[in-house]
């Protein structure tokens, strides 16, 4: 079945030691994204790719990167974890992006990060 | 801010009732869906309403948007233990800058009771 593979599903780091979240799609789709969801709030978009166009949030930190190396996989590079950055990480993917368009989103399982 | 507000933040209800989970929003939108999410899992989609559109219906789910009061609601009938989860509102909209957005609310907490 066409999906959004996260790995790893739970990933632990130590304060300040860089971590990277992978995601992985096989539904062809033009347009990926990467959510921080901390516990009982909203998903908040990080930043998504429009193909290998890059889009980062206004207010998504610096700390806070990405790679797009092929239309399948996408990375969220964490630079250097702070306490406030554990949170579950969503990455999703839509077929285009736009207005007037039905931009449903397809999100993988998501990587719970802890950080010590 | 486009953010969705879900009403009420949590409800709990017997198995075979009905379930209305409503969102409030701020500005114009392009559409607005509902997704579910289950404890500590990824979100699914359950339905999408464009801005045109006044209901729409997918099995036991009954969506309503009203865009001159910028809400809508989300209708689950005949409950189920499975039914319970998340459920979350999200508007897609022009965001600036040639930008487009799917911005979620802070969800409801559906519990339903065998």
């Known amino acids: 079945d066409a999906m959004v593979i996260q790995n790893p599903r739970y990933q632990v780091t130590q304060f300040g030691k860089p971590v990277t979240l992978s995601c992985s799609q096989t539904l062809n789709h033009n347009v990926m994204y990467w959510y921080q969801q901390k516990s009982s709030q909203a998903p908040k978009l990080l930043f998504h790719?429009?193909?290998?166009?890059f889009n980062n949030e206004a207010d998504t930190p610096d700390n806070f990167q990405s790679r797009r190396p092929n239309t399948s996989f996408c990375f969220l590079d964490i630079r250097s974890p702070g306490l406030g950055d554990a949170a579950m990480y969503l990455c999703a993917t839509s077929r285009d992006w736009g207005a007037g368009l039905d931009n449903e989103q397809f999100f993988g399982p998501g990587t719970r990060l802890t950080v010590l | 801010s486009q953010q969705g507000e879900e009403d009420p933040q949590a409800l709990s209800i017997q198995e075979g009732e009905n379930a209305t989970m409503n969102c409030s929003y701020k500005?114009?939108?392009?559409?607005l869906q509902w997704y579910r999410q289950n404890s500590g899992r990824g979100l699914v989609h359950l339905i999408l309403?464009?801005?045109?559109?006044r209901e729409k219906h997918s099995g036991r789910l009954r969506v309503t948007l009203d865009t001159s009061k910028k809400s809508s609601s989300l209708l689950i009938t005949a409950s189920r233990a499975a039914d319970t989860a998340s459920y979350f509102c999200a508007t897609d909209a022009y965001s600036g800058a040639g930008s487009y957005q799917l911005t979620f609310g802070k969800g409801t907490k559906l519990s339903v009771i065998p």
């Open positions: 790719y429009y193909d290998k166009d």
């Open positions: 309403i464009r801005s045109n559109e």
């Open positions: 500005t114009s939108i392009n559409n």
